[in-house]
């Protein structure tokens, strides 16, 4: 399901629970106004990569893995939490997050 919400500019938000264990890599691209992203799920993939609008993220309890370029080039991230029970953090995860 590669960019299964590609170009959902309305998009403002979104919770991802932990009922869902894939969704395809940049599954969100062009979601220009996607801002607050909140994750259940228990590994993160390239999902959200070069996506300059999000400024938050917040990851739950069941997340335990953040895979490679995951949230690479979010340069308008300003707010993560990562919880204890993130065992995983991959290559270029963050990579050019520069407002982090």
């Known amino acids: ?18 009922s869902v264990t894939s969704i395809g890599d940049n599954a969100f691209s062009g979601c220009s106004s996607l801002t607050s992203v909140k994750l259940h799920c228990t590994k993160i993939g390239s999902w959200f990569s070069g996506l300059n609008s999000i400024k938050e993220i917040i990851l739950g309890e069941e997340v335990t893995s953040i895979g490679d370029n995951a949230f690479s080039g979010c340069s308008g991230l ?8 993130v065992t995983s953090i991959d290559n270029n995860a963050f990579y050019n997050c520069s407002s982090l």
């Open 1 to 18: 399901m590669l960019n299964i919400f590609s170009k959902c500019s309305s998009l403002t938000s979104i919770t991802i629970p932990n």
């Open 78 to 85: 300003t707010s993560i939490t990562i919880p204890n029970s």
